[in-house]
């Protein structure tokens, strides 16, 4: 059992959260976790690149002098890729990096990946975040106060609050989203995540819910 420490908005300490990792995740596969972490990467890449082949290049297919008698060693077109200005032998094309890995696999380390921030105590609870204005000071001021002003930080929310997301989305180093749409990339990036007391209890139901089926 780990006693997650709870901030009120102030930023000031006001009780314990008390949570079994096993909970969330019965065990913590690194090999798993890894290889989600690789898919989410490429899938992030562009895979834009592009040189030009022999056939791309401008220039002649004319041979460029005789085969014999001039000395030279044997030539062919100025496109030859030995050749400066020449086309490449293996020219690079566009690609798409992208793959899935299975459903239960990539929301397995999901909770995975929240279970070992809870392990290495990188995890704080905020009793709530209820806002009625847009206040990106308050929010900075909260997490100041709970240390972790200039350290990359994730905040996770119950569902998608406009007016929370819109007081930190500024911050430097700090990230928003709804627990429902974390990932095992976006929870292992940051150094501390912030989790609200409503979206621990629902990530905890989702995990029981998953464990009985």
Do not use: C
Not at 39 to 48: C, E, L
Not at 55 to 61: F, K, L, N, P, Q
Not at 104 to 128: E, F, N, P, Y
Not at 196 to 208: G, M, P, Y
């Amino acid at each position: 059992m780990v006693s997650l420490p709870v901030y009120d908005k102030s930023g000031s300490k006001v009780g314990t959260y008390e949570i079994d990792p096993s909970q969330i995740a019965d065990t913590i596969n690194k090999q798993l976790l890894h290889d989600v972490v690789v898919m989410y990467q490429a899938n992030a890449r562009q895979g834009t690149r592009k040189t030009k082949s022999r056939a791309e290049v401008a220039g002649s297919t004319k041979k460029l002098y005789r085969q014999k008698g001039t000395g030279n060693a044997r030539a062919g077109g100025k496109r030859s890729p030995v050749r400066v200005g020449g086309g490449h032998a293996f020219a690079i094309k566009p690609r798409d990096f992208s793959y899935r890995l299975p459903r239960k696999a990539v929301r397995l380390a999901t909770r995975m990946a929240i279970a070992s921030k809870i392990q290495k105590s990188q995890v704080a609870v905020v009793d709530s975040l209820e806002m009625q204005v847009p206040k990106t000071r308050q929010v900075a001021a909260m997490l100041k106060a709970m240390g972790l002003a200039g350290k990359s930080t994730l905040i996770a929310t119950e569902g998608h609050n406009p007016v929370v997301y819109r007081s930190a989305r500024n911050i430097d180093r700090v990230e928003i989203s709804p627990v429902a749409d974390l990932n095992a990339l976006a929870v292992l990036k940051p150094r501390q995540v912030v989790f609200t007391r409503a979206a621990l209890d629902w990530l905890k139901a989702q995990a029981s819910q998953a464990d009985a089926s």
